[in-house]
């Protein structure tokens, strides 16, 4: 089952690799992988997105806890949460397509932030299935460049991960 | 007070109570060797290769419970020490291992000696750091070694840039320190305690399995007491030897591939199985899938990543062992549910019939001499108190078989990474701890010879270290396996070429001493046990053919074992489970 684990880690040189290297030396997927700082500029907030059985999935909330840099962490999966990813879209857009395209980023509440006598750069922002959506409904043919953020995630409710 | 980054390294080494440092001096760790060089606090002791520096420390890590430390220089340095930071790393051994590193302007420039020690030892460290600023060492030092020794122990490297040993910052070292990303836990959870309890006396057929957890935890005690009052058949772990006297009736042998018939098989028929500061290795356990078909198991371990890992478990304990084996003695002491003695006295029975194969028996009739009885010998004649570290192979197998540890912290050896080259650099350490108590490397010509420059050290240092080297020509393990497994294609694993032993002992100023008849043999362990002022290589001339049994093939469970040619196979019809 897919998993989203969010962290806390301690903003130093080297905790992604640390992070990076637990899950090649081990052998657990990534599908992907977000880190930025946070408002308290010693922590970083990582938000992971792999899969597994339960148990594979229990080893890797362990051995993340068990690295020295990780401060805190919750899978976003247990319980009700948001998740976000943004894409960053390039195609091809000329003569009537230019119209159809207008549309499909409409229907799909995506923005054109760019845009040239040939192309069009689309921003969209939503779960990852909606992402996955959306570049189905893409023409292939017509596709320049691809650039997805990799899911964020947030719990709902009043509680947050924080110190 | 101000201090260059040097003194600040030597004055925490001080202030951590370090006795000896094991290292290689080089370029970027120059200033650090000034500042040893003026002081007399730490002594330094000089090896020949820094894998030596590593397997040292360790192996004084072992023997004394206190962390092991080793000085070595940026690149080549650092790289030569990796094999010992692994080996320390998969037993769970403090240390702490400074790299020398190129000045921090040209870190990243491919500058002479330079290497990215903290990228490449990151897999196989508890953790590491890179210190770019003077005013940070002292704390990063104080991290270290608390890292290293607390929680489940490990090695840390702390990587110092030559410029960083120069700078000058005042001096000031922690007393106590917290992390908040770091807090092991210590106290076993109440209520799992009980549960386990409850368990525990309730079992038929009980197995207690303990490894090096109790060693590193300084549990031996309480474990006993705690197998005394169940009455309870006790195993132990490669690395957990010594745990519990071996020479205790409730003792049934080391389990796992090479662990005894009454072990192994106790641990298949087992009802509830309390695994006590063990991970559930693939040596120890056999094919999963056959692993302790019929038991409830409880596990305590300090970490719980452990737990669950390999096998699913119904009572996990995390916490310190020792004060989860006294919590739990508490409680079953206060439960008014005793064992059933009826019951324990029939699996009793039925262990003592396993025992009774003799699983351990070898050929007393050769006129070659059998490995097994070198090892004997020397248990017979040191009362079994000496200081035993190892080499990987066949002699490691023969010498957790045969010389029964009843002492915690006396059996030194590789167990997770299993690296060659770790029996006599780690006997320099554990000589080096206990100057007056006898120390013996079990060996073989193979492993020997992978760090055997440290011969040297011992001269220097006056180390009177007896080197019991079982020389069958063989890499043994290798031509075992190659026996059985390869239809007797032995693929480059023989010896050819040896040295000879004698010569070289002595040309390094050591003792040697050739032994080619088994009626020579106690005659020469006695003799090398007298000369208690010098090293003696002892060379013993084995019988090639020899294999190490009983057997549990790999991808086999514990009741499919292979006994040797000298074990009887009594066969037992009684229903169990």
């Not at chain 2, 508890?126 to 890292?147: E, Q, S």
Request: aromatic share 8%; hydrophobic share 40%; proline share 4%.
């Amino acid at each position: 089952m897919r998993h989203i684990i969010s962290i806390l880690l301690e903003n130093e040189a080297g905790a992604l690799s640390r992070v990076a290297g637990l899950f090649s030396a081990r052998g657990y997927n990534i599908e992907s992988l977000t880190v930025a700082p946070t408002e308290d500029e010693t922590l970083s907030r990582m938000t992971l997105v792999t899969s597994g059985s339960e148990s594979i999935i229990e080893q890797i909330t362990k051995q993340l806890n068990k690295l020295v840099d990780v401060v805190k962490l919750v899978d976003l999966t247990e319980g009700p949460h948001i998740e976000r990813e943004m894409i960053m879209l390039k195609v091809q857009a000329v003569g009537d397509a230019r119209d159809e395209l207008k549309r499909l980023v409409d229907i799909f509440r995506g923005r054109i932030i760019d845009v040239t006598e040939s192309s069009y750069t689309i921003e969209l922002t939503g779960a990852g299935r909606k992402i996955d959506a959306f570049l189905q409904a893409m023409p292939r043919k017509d596709i320049i460049e691809v650039v997805r953020s990799g899911v964020s995630g947030i719990g709902r409710g009043d509680k947050g991960l924080r110190l | 007070m101000e201090l260059t980054g040097a003194d600040i390294f030597v004055r925490c080494l001080e202030d951590e109570g370090v006795e000896y440092i094991f290292g290689y001096p080089g370029g970027a760790a120059l200033h650090i060797y000034d500042a040893l060089y003026r002081q007399d606090k730490v002594k330094h002791i000089l090896v020949r290769h820094e894998q030596g520096a590593t397997h040292a420390a360790d192996g004084y890590a072992r023997a004394t419970g206190k962390p092991g430390a080793v000085i070595v220089t940026s690149g080549p340095g650092a790289t030569n020490a990796v094999t010992g930071i692994a080996t320390a790393y998969m037993d769970s051994i403090p240390l702490v291992v400074f790299t020398g590193q190129v000045p921090t302007m040209l870190i990243g420039d491919d500058a002479f000696q330079e290497v990215d020690a903290v990228g490449i030892t990151r897999p196989c460290v508890k953790h590491n750091f890179l210190v770019k600023d003077v005013k940070d060492l002292a704390m990063t030092i104080k991290k270290a070694f608390y890292i290293a020794t607390t929680g489940r122990p490990g090695p840390v490297v702390v990587d110092i840039p030559k410029d960083v040993t120069a700078d000058i910052t005042e001096y000031d070292y922690p007393d106590a320190i917290s992390m908040r990303s770091y807090a092991p836990v210590t106290k076993g959870h109440q209520a799992q305690v009980k549960k386990a309890a409850a368990l525990i006396t309730s079992a038929k057929r009980p197995m207690i399995y303990t490894g090096g957890g109790v060693i590193l935890g300084n549990a031996a005690e309480s474990l006993t007491e705690f197998v005394r009052t169940l009455g309870y058949p006790c195993t132990n772990t490669l690395m957990g030897l010594g745990g519990y006297p071996a020479t205790d009736p409730l003792f049934v042998g080391m389990l796992g591939m090479h662990g005894t018939y009454e072990a192994n098989m106790a641990m298949h028929e087992c009802d509830v199985l309390i695994a006590v500061g063990a991970r559930f290795d693939d040596r120890v356990t056999g094919d999963l899938n056959k692993f302790c078909p019929h038991a409830r198991i409880v596990h305590i371990d300090i970490d719980p990543a452990s737990i669950g890992k390999n096998v699913p478990v119904e009572i996990p304990i995390v916490g310190n062992v020792d004060g989860v084996i006294k919590d739990l003695l508490k409680a079953i002491r206060a439960s008014k549910k005793k064992p059933d003695a009826e019951a324990l006295a029939a699996w009793w029975e039925q262990i003592e019939e396993w025992r009774a194969m003799n699983c351990l028996t070898f050929d007393r009739a050769s006129e070659l001499i059998k490995p097994q009885y070198v090892i004997e010998t020397l248990y017979k004649l040191t009362d079994g108190d000496a200081f035993v570290t190892s080499d990987v192979g066949q002699h490691q197998m023969w010498a957790a078989q045969f010389y029964k540890f009843d002492k915690p912290r006396r059996w030194i050896n590789s167990g997770g990474l299993g690296t060659m080259g770790f029996g006599l650099p780690s006997a320099m350490g554990v000589q080096l701890a206990y100057p007056d108590a006898l120390v013996a490397c079990i060996t073989g010509e193979a492993s020997i010879q992978m760090c055997i420059q440290e011969l040297s050290t011992c001269k220097q240092y006056g180390l009177p270290i007896k080197v019991i080297n079982l020389n069958n020509r063989y890499m043994g393990m290798v031509r075992q396996w190659q026996e059985f497994f390869y239809d007797r294609r032995y693929s480059h694993s023989y010896m050819d070429a040896l040295p000879d032993f004698i010569k070289l002992a002595e040309s390094y100023g050591h003792v040697g001493m050739k032994i080619e008849k088994p009626g020579d043999v106690e005659g020469a362990l006695k003799e090398a046990i007298a000369t208690t002022d010098r090293l003696v290589f002892l060379d013993f001339i084995t019988d090639q053919t020899e294999n190490v049994y009983p057997m549990m093939p790999a991808g086999k469970g514990h009741h499919e074992m292979e006994l040797g040619p000298c074990s009887q196979v009594v066969s037992t019809n009684r229903e169990l489970a």
